[in-house]
Nanobody, 124 residues
Framework: QVQLVESGGGLVQAGASLRLSCAAS????????MGWFRQAPGKERVFVAGTSRRGSVFYGESGKGRFTISRDNAKNTLYLQINSLESEDTAVYYC??????????????????WGQGTQVTVSS
């Protein structure tokens, strides 16, 4: 099985950029479809972006425009670049993986493995 550890979150001002990292261990990331989700207080977990096993990228509605997902197979790490941060981006960001998915799903229930999350707080 794979273990996922997110990092890179923090308190930033509106307009800044962040790069979140999801370091995987135990299995190669290209064995999994992977996704970034975010969850704001009192709201459901929402799909932001994901990668297929082959490395194709997919974006959810919340991830289009200012978000870029990438994967470094050599470092076994998934990234999420967020530009021009807005207060609405404040959330806990989670990395997820699943071996049965070929392409990433927008539904959180389809992922078996999750990281602990990293908090992103944007001040306006």
């Amino acid at each position: 099985q794979v273990q996922l550890v997110e990092s890179g979150g923090g308190l930033v001002q509106a307009g800044a950029s962040l790069r979140l990292s999801c370091a995987a261990s135990g299995r190669p990331v290209n064995n999994y479809a992977m996704g970034w989700f975010r969850q704001a207080p009192g709201k459901e977990r929402v799909f932001v972006a994901g990668t297929s096993r082959r490395g194709s990228v997919f974006y959810g509605e919340s991830g289009k425009g200012r978000f870029t997902i990438s994967r470094d197979n050599a470092k076994n790490t998934l990234y999420l670049q967020i530009n021009s941060l807005e207060s609405e981006d404040t959330a806990v960001y989670y990395c997820a993986a699943d071996r049965d998915l070929v392409t990433p799903s927008g539904g959180a229930k389809y992922y078996e493995y999750w990281g602990q999350g990293t908090q992103v707080t944007v001040s306006s």
